[in-house]
């Protein structure tokens, strides 16, 4: 049952910390108590113990192998090869490319990398989002361990950032990772799967002769 | 030296989930008060943070400034200790949660237990009354911090407080 109204203004402000003007003994008394069971509550609180800690931890660790799809999963997977006719110069570059880098690979007892060798377990892919606000992005997937940062991409004069990446044959899952926090599937991306956290992981298979689907 | 929240935050977005441990013993302290008053019953309240945390590990890379991660947390805890209240509004026989009566009450004061009167008054207030009330009073914080974790406006806040106060003042003092 409700009997009495509430506190005046000045009563406010002075439990506010304000300058205040007439304030009756009455009033200020109950003010005064009102704080006071607030400090007594407070103070008869007992805060939580390491417990918490402990259970929250152990779920975490239970989530944490499955927060990133499982780097192997790819290897059990079925594996479907098409090419999309985006992908097709990006092939040839990347043909260009190993020729182009193969002299300079500091490991003169290996057996040199020739163009006529046909590329059947590493495709080189090209990635690309644009992004004209972000500050920084890379490529997290399965294939980098879902490192942030591990495969940083470069901004072009248009905002449209880009990356390539030699991909073992198989499917990949990934997402680009813009300031560092933020997590984006790919827009572009043939396929995405939830990855069980309410967020969305791209999909890429590379095929064993070099064709990429994404 | 401490780690801020946005060093750990992006620790633990790639990859060192142990480092999400730091964070829940920050904030554990820093809001399990707020918690257990918000809530009214300390198992049930320890419940709640529990799955806040728990939801906020997973949602993680949605936290779009990981340097305030705090205020970030704090909003999923708010909501989370209000499903709690909810439930077990619809669970819990009033009578276990709703004020003593005034013979209860009294005798409460008598023994002079007031932060026992003071709970049991808080359950009266709606949930933004509440909240703020404890903020205010309880945690002892500004309204410009209040602001900050609530993202409310400071003179919305004040209002909220002032009218718990009044709440406050009306049921406690009708068993004076």
């Not at chain 2, 205010?136 to 974790?149: F, I, P």
């Amino acid at each position: 049952m409700i009997e009495r109204d509430g506190f005046s203004q000045d009563a406010h402000r002075y439990l506010d910390g304000e300058p205040y003007g007439d304030l009756g003994g009455a009033e200020a008394s109950a003010a005064d108590r009102l704080t006071a069971q607030a400090r007594e509550f407070a103070a008869g609180v007992e805060p939580f113990g390491a417990d918490l800690d402990a259970a929250v931890m152990a779920a975490v660790r239970r989530r944490a192998p499955a927060r990133r799809p499982g780097r192997l999963e790819w290897l059990l997977a079925p594996r479907t090869v098409n090419v999309r006719p985006v992908w097709v110069p990006v092939l040839a570059a990347a043909a260009a490319l190993v020729v182009f880098l193969a002299p300079h690979r500091p490991a003169p007892e290996a057996p040199p990398v020739v163009a006529a060798r046909p590329v059947t377990d590493t495709v080189f892919v090209h990635f690309e989002l644009a992004a004209p606000r972000a500050r920084s992005v890379s490529v997290a997937g399965s294939f980098n361990g879902w490192r942030v940062g591990a495969l940083a991409m470069n901004r072009g004069a248009n905002g449209v950032w880009t990356a390539t990446a030699a991909l073992p044959v198989g499917e990949h899952r990934y997402e680009f990772v813009v300031d560092g926090t933020q997590w984006v599937p790919d827009p572009t991306a043939h396929a995405v799967v939830d990855d069980g956290f309410g967020g969305r992981n791209s999909v890429i298979v590379v095929g064993p002769k070099g064709l990429v689907r994404s | 030296m401490q780690l801020s929240d946005g060093t750990i935050v992006r620790r633990v977005l790639a990859g060192d989930a142990e480092q999400y441990r730091f964070l829940v013993e920050r904030y554990r302290a820093e809001f399990g008060r707020y918690a257990i008053a918000t809530v009214g019953d300390r198992d049930a309240a320890q419940d709640a943070m529990q799955e806040a945390f728990i939801r906020a590990f997973d949602a993680l890379a949605t936290c779009r400034e990981p340097d305030r991660f705090g205020a970030w947390f704090f909003r999923i805890l708010t909501n989370q200790c209000r499903n709690v209240v909810a439930r077990r509004r619809d669970t819990v026989p009033v009578e276990d949660l709703d004020p003593p009566s005034g013979e209860r009450a009294d005798a409460a004061l008598e023994r002079g237990e007031l932060g026992e009167a003071l709970e049991a008054a808080l359950a009266r207030l709606t949930p933004e009354q509440r909240e703020a009330f404890v903020m205010k009073h309880v945690d002892g914080r500004s309204y410009e911090e209040m602001a900050e974790l609530l993202g409310v406006g400071v003179d919305a806040l004040k209002m909220r407080v002032h009218r718990a106060r009044d709440a406050m003042r009306s049921l406690m003092g009708a068993v004076r």
